[in-house]
């Protein structure tokens, strides 16, 4: 699923299929459910019904000009259908990607955990949770699960949209598999984590299929204050004919106000613009975060990350690489660097993690040390374990070690050597500048320490100063000590850190910030951490993560990517911001075109309201009809950008307040004097009114 632009959502096929739906959508029960448009269904119907009845306004209304009215009206409803279908369309378009990626294949069925254990082909359909499968290369996962033995390489695209092939492995962070994905190489068994109708796939059909989304409460709400305010304008204009027919016989001269201005008159001046494009805005922005890869298990979630003003965000993989490097070596007293650099190499020959190929990389460039084999050698590994936390090789007699400087300082002292002032003051110093130390021995002998750090990543200071400036709190989270996390937050540029963190920790400052009522976001992808997770307003958990971050978040990001917790709070800044906007826009657009049709629907009453046409337009019945079709046509205009939202821009809220009111209130008084008058000088050169 990769990201739609604005013109492949309104592409040919979209236009069809959402033109049909636009049709389907005049049912008065799909009309009901949009109480402002309703209003214009009713006044559609009616204006309908006078086109039976000519003779009734004929007196008063050419019968053209009253075909003209009804057929505008119309369009408005299908033109708000429209857009709600181009969103749905969308919507429905990557379901049914995920659909075929969704099938009933064969499993292969293990009797226990074990390769060759009996096997039965089943229905994927038919498994149920705790069930062992075999996966092969070419095949695909059944269903969702756990990998319990093996290693394989699969391919996501699928789900993720990514076509590069990820390893998922036994144990780990990388253990958790999706069904509809499909291994490459090798083989794996998995524990199905789901029944049939459970799995992730499923959940993620059910969250992008816009027919199935509920109302956010701030759409809500905004549904409420535009209902208020359609009422309002339907009692004055229920109101204005009987002033008009008191007006005419006490005058005795001009004529009465007809019932389809009236109609044309309600329909200008209800919220239509923002009604119509409403139930876009929130299918469109669960859309967006569909397109970032994150599912969203409703619309409220997404809401929720547009208000969230305190960031929880774990520093590993998120704020820094995640994998330490080693980037100095700092020799003991009688030792030479090359030393060091000889004995540490060595110590790390046989290390496969990260950190101990960065020291033999480091050592390498920096002292040339090459084409050294463990074989040659003739060492053997001594792995890293918990309960000894050193690992290192042994040749022959001789024995190499690098670890945790207490334990490192421990095994030396064990072996009668002795650990110097000066190499413990080396350690907090490393400690200090928020680095990890490595201390190395040769047998009973320290030889120094190897600095590791933790590389905060490129840019991610300015994206937190972003969020500053947008009134959102960052704190770092980590199980480092507090001067290891003092000197990576200030590197980073968060606002504030939690050192030594354990869940209890963690789900205690949730709380705090909670009762100060913030919202609170967090993302994780362990066990220890679903407390947490349940009890913050947004919650994402990583697709790798264990089932159990899964449950408890209400996000779950397929690319496991921890920093996508900030473009999600983006995402959902942007549609709050894309609603205000036309919600500005609207509002103001209706100021407009009260000083277009009102002089123009109560002249022939009122003859002084003359003075008030200041666009100086054709002719009364010319203005009523070029504001019903303005009315009509700023919908389509707007839907691109209902669709895609505003250009997100990262500011304050008052700063915000400003731009819209600058750029959407102002613009929204400007574009109906210009385009009424267009409309109407257009009309005029046809010769129809």
Same mark, same amino acid.
């Given at each position: 699923?990769?990201?739609?632009?604005?013109?492949?959502?309104?592409?040919?096929?979209?236009?069809?299929?959402?033109?049909?739906?636009?049709?389907?959508?005049?049912?008065?029960?799909?009309?009901?459910?949009?109480?402002?448009?309703?209003?214009?269904?009713?006044?559609?119907?009616?204006?309908?019904?006078?086109?039976?009845?000519?003779?009734?306004?004929?007196?008063?209304?050419?019968?053209?000009?009253?075909?003209?009215?009804?057929?505008?009206?119309?369009?408005?409803?299908?033109?708000?259908?429209?857009?709600?279908?181009?969103?749905?369309?969308?919507?429905?378009?990557?379901?049914?990607?995920?659909?075929?990626?969704?099938?009933?294949?064969?499993?292969?069925?293990?009797?226990?955990?074990?390769?060759?254990?009996?096997?039965?082909?089943? &229905?994927?359909?038919?498994?149920?949770?705790?069930?062992?499968?075999?996966?092969?290369?070419?095949?695909?996962?059944?269903?969702?699960?756990?990998?319990?033995?093996?290693?394989?390489?699969?391919?996501?695209?699928?789900?993720?949209?990514?076509?590069?092939?990820?390893?998922?492995?036994?144990?780990?962070?990388?253990?958790?598999?999706?069904?509809?994905?499909?291994?490459?190489?090798?083989?794996?068994?998995?524990?199905?984590?789901?029944?049939?109708?459970?799995?992730?796939? &499923?959940?993620?059909?059910?969250?992008?299929?816009?027919?199935?989304?509920?109302?956010?409460?701030?759409?809500?709400?905004?549904?409420?204050?535009?209902?208020?305010?359609?009422?309002?304008?339907?009692?004055?204009?229920?109101?204005?004919?009987?002033?008009?027919?008191?007006?005419?016989?006490?005058?005795?001269?001009?004529?009465?106000?007809?019932?389809?201005?009236?109609?044309?008159?309600?329909?200008?001046?209800?919220?239509?613009?923002?009604?119509?494009?409403?139930?876009?805005?929130?299918?469109?922005?669960?859309?967006?975060?569909?397109?970032?890869?994150?599912?969203?298990?409703?619309?409220?979630?997404?809401?929720?990350?547009?208000?969230?003003?305190?960031?929880?965000?774990?520093?590993?993989?998120?704020?820094?690489?995640?994998?330490?490097?080693?980037?100095?070596?700092?020799?003991?007293?009688?030792?030479?660097?090359?030393?060091?650099?000889?004995?540490?190499?060595?110590?790390?020959?046989? &290390?496969?993690?990260?950190?101990?190929?960065?020291?033999?990389?480091?050592?390498?460039?920096?002292?040339?040390?090459?084409?050294?084999?463990?074989?040659?050698?003739?060492?053997?590994?001594?792995?890293?374990?918990?309960?000894?936390?050193?690992?290192?090789?042994?040749?022959?007699?001789?024995?190499?070690?690098?670890?945790?400087?207490?334990?490192?300082?421990?095994?030396?002292?064990?072996? =009668?050597?002795?650990?110097?002032?000066?190499?413990?003051?080396?350690?907090?110093?490393?400690?200090?500048?928020?680095?990890?130390?490595?201390?190395?021995?040769?047998?009973?002998?320290?030889?120094?320490?190897?600095?590791?750090?933790?590389?905060?990543?490129?840019?991610?200071?300015?994206?937190?100063?972003?969020?500053?400036?947008?009134?959102?709190?960052?704190?770092?989270?980590?199980?480092?000590?507090?001067?290891?996390?003092?000197?990576?937050?200030?590197?980073?540029?968060?606002?504030?850190?939690?050192?030594?963190?354990?869940?209890?920790?963690?789900?205690?400052?949730?709380?705090?910030?909670?009762?100060?009522?913030?919202?609170?976001?967090?993302?994780? &992808?362990?066990?220890?951490?679903?407390?947490?997770?349940?009890?913050?307003?947004?919650?994402?958990?990583? @697709?790798?993560?264990?089932?159990?971050?899964?449950?408890?978040? @209400?996000?779950?990001?397929?690319?496991?990517?921890?920093?996508?917790?900030?473009?999600?709070?983006?995402?959902?800044?942007?549609?709050?911001?894309?609603?205000?906007?036309?919600?500005?826009?609207?509002?103001?657009?209706?100021?407009?075109?009260?000083?277009?049709?009102?002089?123009?629907?109560?002249?022939?009453?009122?003859?002084?309201?003359?003075?008030?046409?200041?666009?100086?337009?054709?002719?009364?019945?010319?203005?009523?009809?070029?504001?019903?079709?303005?009315?009509?046509?700023?919908?389509?205009?707007?839907?691109?950008?209902?669709?895609?939202?505003?250009?997100?821009?990262?500011?304050?809220?008052?700063?915000?307040?400003?731009?819209?009111?600058?750029?959407?209130?102002?613009?929204?008084?400007?574009?109906?004097?210009?385009?009424?008058?267009?409309?109407?000088?257009?009309?005029?050169?046809? =010769?129809?009114?």
């Amino acid at each position: 699923m990769q990201p739609s632009s604005a013109s492949s959502s309104l592409g040919s096929r979209f236009i069809l299929r959402a033109l049909v739906q636009s049709l389907l959508k005049l049912s008065p029960r799909v009309q009901w459910r949009n109480p402002v448009m309703f209003v214009v269904y009713i006044g559609s119907l009616l204006t309908s019904v006078l086109l039976l009845l000519p003779q009734a306004e004929q007196s008063a209304m050419p019968i053209g000009f009253t075909w003209a009215i009804t057929l505008w009206l119309w369009f408005t409803l299908l033109f708000a259908n429209f857009s709600e279908a181009l969103a749905e369309g969308r919507s429905q378009a990557q379901a049914a990607s995920l659909k075929n990626a969704r099938k009933n294949i064969s499993a292969k069925k293990l009797a226990s955990a074990s390769r060759h254990a009996a096997l039965t082909l089943v &229905d994927s359909l038919s498994l149920r949770r705790g069930d062992l499968v075999l996966v092969e290369a070419g095949d695909s996962i059944p269903s969702d699960g756990e990998v319990i033995e093996g290693i394989a390489a699969v391919n996501e695209a699928a789900i993720t949209g990514e076509s590069a092939p990820v390893i998922r492995e036994a144990g780990g962070d990388f253990s958790a598999v999706t069904g509809g994905t499909q291994v490459l190489s090798d083989w794996i068994i998995m524990r199905v984590s789901a029944n049939a109708g459970e799995t992730f796939l &499923d959940r993620m059909i059910a969250m992008v299929e816009g027919a199935k989304r509920q109302k956010t409460p701030n759409e809500m709400a905004l549904t409420i204050l535009l209902v208020a305010l359609t009422l309002i304008f339907l009692l004055v204009t229920a109101s204005l004919l009987p002033f008009s027919i008191f007006s005419v016989q006490a005058a005795g001269a001009g004529a009465p106000v007809s019932i389809l201005v009236l109609v044309a008159l309600l329909v200008c001046l209800i919220p239509t613009t923002i009604a119509g494009l409403l139930s876009a805005i929130g299918v469109a922005g669960m859309n967006r975060m569909m397109q970032a890869n994150v599912i969203a298990t409703s619309g409220r979630a997404v809401e929720a990350a547009g208000d969230v003003d305190v960031l929880l965000l774990d520093k590993t993989g998120t704020i820094t690489l995640g994998n330490r490097q080693a980037s100095a070596f700092f020799a003991a007293e009688g030792v030479d660097l090359a030393t060091l650099a000889d004995v540490a190499q060595l110590s790390s020959l046989a &290390d496969e993690t990260p950190e101990g190929r960065s020291i033999v990389v480091f050592a390498k460039n920096e002292y040339g040390l090459r084409e050294r084999s463990m074989k040659k050698l003739g060492a053997v590994f001594v792995p890293f374990s918990a309960q000894t936390r050193m690992s290192g090789i042994d040749i022959g007699e001789r024995k190499i070690r690098k670890g945790a400087a207490s334990a490192i300082r421990a095994w030396v002292e064990s072996q =009668g050597g002795a650990f110097s002032a000066q190499m413990a003051a080396s350690i907090d110093d490393i400690a200090r500048r928020g680095s990890t130390p490595l201390v190395v021995a040769d047998d009973a002998k320290v030889m120094g320490v190897i600095e590791l750090k933790d590389i905060v990543k490129g840019g991610i200071k300015e994206r937190f100063a972003a969020l500053r400036e947008m009134g959102i709190k960052t704190i770092m989270i980590t199980g480092d000590n507090r001067l290891t996390a003092a000197a990576i937050a200030a590197e980073a540029g968060v606002d504030d850190y939690l050192a030594e963190a354990t869940p209890e920790a963690k789900l205690a400052l949730i709380r705090q910030y909670q009762a100060q009522g913030r919202l609170v976001a967090m993302t994780g &992808d362990g066990s220890n951490d679903a407390p947490a997770l349940a009890q913050a307003d947004v919650a994402v958990a990583m @697709n790798t993560g264990t089932q159990a971050a899964k449950e408890a978040s @209400n996000m779950v990001d397929l690319d496991s990517n921890p920093t996508k917790l900030i473009e999600i709070v983006e995402i959902g800044k942007q549609m709050l911001m894309t609603r205000g906007a036309l919600t500005t826009f609207s509002i103001a657009n209706d100021i407009a075109k009260f000083f277009a049709i009102i002089p123009a629907a109560f002249v022939s009453t009122y003859p002084q309201l003359g003075v008030l046409n200041v666009m100086q337009l054709s002719s009364p019945n010319a203005a009523i009809l070029s504001a019903v079709i303005f009315n009509a046509l700023v919908i389509v205009v707007l839907i691109p950008l209902a669709l895609d939202g505003v250009t997100y821009r990262a500011m304050g809220a008052a700063a915000l307040l400003r731009r819209n009111l600058l750029v959407y209130g102002l613009g929204g008084i400007i574009a109906p004097f210009v385009g009424i008058k267009l409309i109407d000088m257009f009309l005029q050169l046809l =010769g129809l009114v």
